[in-house]
């Protein structure tokens, strides 16, 4: 294995990013030998799994059976041997292979995106910049040595205690739409502080994780999805992913809520991520803050970027604007909320977002 690419570039004496390239340039070692029909053998995926970039950014994202079939994929599109088979799994629009496919097609692309980092200034100052878009002034702070780590597996991002994640494919089809938007929203994640509420009672956390998830989403949304979606024909397929499901996503947390106000029994958290698709709060959040923007409050929006139960009451008020009547919250549900808000509602220091 070639020497770990790590480009330390200064930001300040107190503020130091480092960008660590090793897991995409480990993965085109190995590509290397499978287009020559050499074997990825156990070992040599357990270590590349192991490289901290892809250890961190898989552990959230697949499970042991997604990792084997991403594995075979891999193998399959790469090992001029299997092409029948990959033109197959193709014509069938198997994901995995479509996404292997995409990084074998491109990879010219990528490894010019890999050599672009390089300028750390110009792109962190940019992305800083997004950040800071839909932060209060108080959270226009910078982040103490990050570490931004990129990989050429699957199509997401994640912000981790270790650092900012990227894949390739998902910060080339957001570069599509906008230079540094994806970075933009995962740095405000990094930066935005919440309120502290306190030990949340077992019967509440489903309701309380849910609004932290659409608040935490719906507001950086704005910063990459709002753009994303405006390109000719959606093709990252917004609309339809977190737009056109959420008014019913809200006609169904308010009934819930409803419920709840009446003494039935709480909606869980596995509850809400399935009526939210997996989607970690985008559905409905970007609906929600869209909403909020579009009807003249997004001032009071960042400023109580902190309290998700204000997001709530700012959709509320937004959604009563909106001349094309999006749905709203019952008055039970929203007294309910104001209810569950001074429960838990004290004198706390803000702490770190996520």
Known sequence: MVAALILLLAAGPAQAQTINVDAVTRYWEITDGLRKNE????????EFLEIPGNKIYVRGIYSAA???????????VYMPRYDSLRRAKLDAKVWYYMMVNDYKEHEADYRQLVASVKDGAASRDLMYQKAYEYLPARNHTKADDLNIYYEALGNDATVQAEGIFYSLRAVRDANEAGASILQGHEMHHRLRTGKDFGTIAPDDQGLMEIMFSIQNEGIPDLIDKAVTIKMPGDPRGIREWIIDPAPAFIHQMDSS????????????????????NGSNGHLPGFFMSSTIKKNGYAKQMIDKADDPFAFFYLYQKAARKDKTHPPRFSDASMKYLKTLERKYTKSRPAVAGS
């Open 39 to 46: 074997p990825l053998t156990d070992q040599m995926w357990q």
């Open 66 to 76: 997604d990792l084997v079939r991403y594995r075979t994929a891999i193998e399959v």
């Open 257 to 276: 809520i409803q419920a709840r106000a009446l003494g039935g029994a709480p909606a869980t958290g596995r509850f809400y991520r399935r009526l939210s």
